[in-house]
């Protein structure tokens, strides 16, 4: 899962297997959250996102579940593939406002 | 397709020189952000503009302005550059309102400052 410091957490995951990020908000007012990824030398990039009234919504082999009781966010990704290899970021917006906060991101690795 | 492209992708700079970041974006968006992004640390916004002259400072804005004459060019200013302000930095565009909600990145300047 992500912490605040100086260390980037790290998840490494055979190629094909399903692999889960987590993400702990810190804002019980935010309703919406976002998943994004970013590959080395590139921006980041919207995966999925999720309003605070819902618990959990599918994507192409991507899901994302909110626990709203724990202040909680997961990312799944089915069947993972070398692509998948990336930095993910959670980010929360607070309700009315158009900024997001982000989390400090995970780095999965797929192992061949 | 949404393009955000930023100025240089790589610059290295002396401490206390002026530096300018450029960002451009093709799509007419209201919003703009400037982050900086270090290792453990995730995305922090410095600046946000909501429309042309218009700003908002973020979570860190300290050591650095912004300019947004035009809508589509939101520009950080470093006005003396520090080594501590050695980190990459990445623009981002949308429109209010629009859903999903999501924020268009450039591909990030990373920044060095010796």
């Known amino acids: 899962g992500e912490s605040v410091g100086l260390h980037l957490p790290t998840l490494s995951v055979q190629e094909g297997d399903n692999s889960i990020i987590n993400c702990a908000y810190s804002?019980?007012?935010?309703?919406?959250f976002i998943w994004y990824k970013q590959e080395s030398g590139k921006g980041p990039q919207f995966i999925i996102d999720i309003r605070s009234n819902m618990d959990k919504r599918q994507g192409q082999r991507v899901t994302v579940l909110l626990n709203k009781t724990v202040k909680h966010l997961s990312l799944q990704i089915a069947a993972t593939q070398p692509g998948d290899s990336a930095v993910y970021f959670c980010a929360e917006r607070f309700f009315g406002n158009e900024k997001l906060t982000f989390g400090t991101g995970t780095r999965l690795t797929i192992i061949p | 397709d949404v393009k955000v492209t930023q100025s240089s992708r790589y610059l290295v700079k002396r401490t206390g020189e002026k530096v300018f970041l450029e960002c451009v974006q093709d799509?007419?968006?209201?919003?703009m952000f400037w982050y900086r992004q270090d290792p453990g640390l995730g995305l922090r916004l410095i600046y946000f503009s909501y429309d042309v002259k218009m700003k908002e400072k973020g979570d860190i804005p300290e050591g650095y302005s912004v300019s947004r004459e035009k809508k589509e060019r939101f520009s950080l200013i470093l006005e003396s550059a520090s080594t501590n302000q050695t980190s990459m930095y990445l623009c981002?565009?949308?429109?209010?309102?629009?859903?999903?909600?999501?924020?268009?990145f450039g591909p990030g300047t990373r920044l060095t400052v010796t």
């Open positions: 804002n019980s007012a935010s309703d919406y």
């Open positions: 981002a565009s949308r429109s209010p309102g629009q859903e999903p909600y999501e924020q268009y």
């Open positions: 799509m007419d968006h209201e919003n």
